[in-house]
């Protein structure tokens, strides 16, 4: 498990360690540019980890030596999303906060750093204003903001294709990389396929929503992060409306409909755009953060055949929320439909990733947590 600090330094640790105090140590340091990390991705192989930070670059790294093997430097803002392809671990994908997707070849290299012998990557792709529905079509006027692209995410099934979603409003798009004429103007980019704007629309449980009382939002809201199942037939986006939406990968314009859930609960509060979504390596588990130190995971299997034990209700618990209790004191829903709430943080949560035995978050307070499940996936904390 990799986590990095805002001054650039990141840290490798094995969750399955535990117990003494050496166990609790990274096994591995090494330092990136001296600037805050927003995005951190291992590639298929484990064998290199991709970094973007606020200096408008992607450092990667060899994970074994600690030592940078490229810089991916062309962005003019932030980069906040970076992720390998899973088809080919030398493609690397970037977002940033210039509003532009940018694809890259490891194999294609360019100048090389004298300090430390790295080389210098260019763009094989730019999309440019990837998520700017305002202006489509229309000349941008000068210091008129552009919304940033907030998340990439390689298709699971094709490996020329990606999905993306922005700060602008809660639409997510499947880009074809092989259509490289409308990327390359100046063009508004045309996708292969958008979803629709549901961030603007009534929730879609309506009775759900009015029994919680949440009003129906007047304007769109953006993307904070997507998943996809390893299949690639559904997406989830996490929306600043504190709203987590599921889209069908395979049909993304097809409308939604009342098979694809959508999760929300009223102590969720992810109105940030550095929050993040997981997923747990076999489906079953969506994780969410949130601006408020908890951590929400929700079992998205279908919801018959799971009894309710009754006698282990806690009638004090928020309403909308049946808990029980397990032994180690962590409050689990009795219901898949209903999220296990983990009240790890005490400030925002802005990492967060499932790994082999359970699930490991980190925060704007300064602390990492590592959480298992035991076969009963039932979470319980260690600290580190």
Known sequence: MAAASALGTISLFNPSLRGS?????????????QNGIFALSFSPSDLMLATGSGAQVSEIFDVETGTVLSRLQDHMGTVKTV????FNENIVVTGSRDGSIKIWDLRITGAQNTD???HFHPAVITIRNAHDEKYAGRKRR??????SVSSVLWSRIADHQLFSAGSAN???????VRKKTPFASKAHPLPLDQSVEQSNHAFPEEDYEHALGFDNPQRPHGISSLVASSDGARLYSLGTDSTIRTHDGLHLSRPPHSQLSSFKHPNMIATSLYLKLCLSSDDRYLGCSSSTGEIFIWDTRPTSGHAVLADQEEELDPPGLEIFRDGHGSRISNRPSEPVLLPGHTKEVCGLDFWRQG???CSDDSSIRIWSYSDANLPFASDY
């Open 142 to 147: 000068k210091g008129v903001h552009i919304p």
């Open 21 to 33: 105090i050496e166990d609790l140590m990274p096994i591995a340091t090494f330092q990136a540019l």
């Open 170 to 176: 809660g639409v997510v798009k499947l880009w074809d």
């Open 83 to 86: 992720e390998f392809s899973s």
């Open 359 to 361: 699930l490991g978050s």
């Open 116 to 118: 430390d012998g790295s």
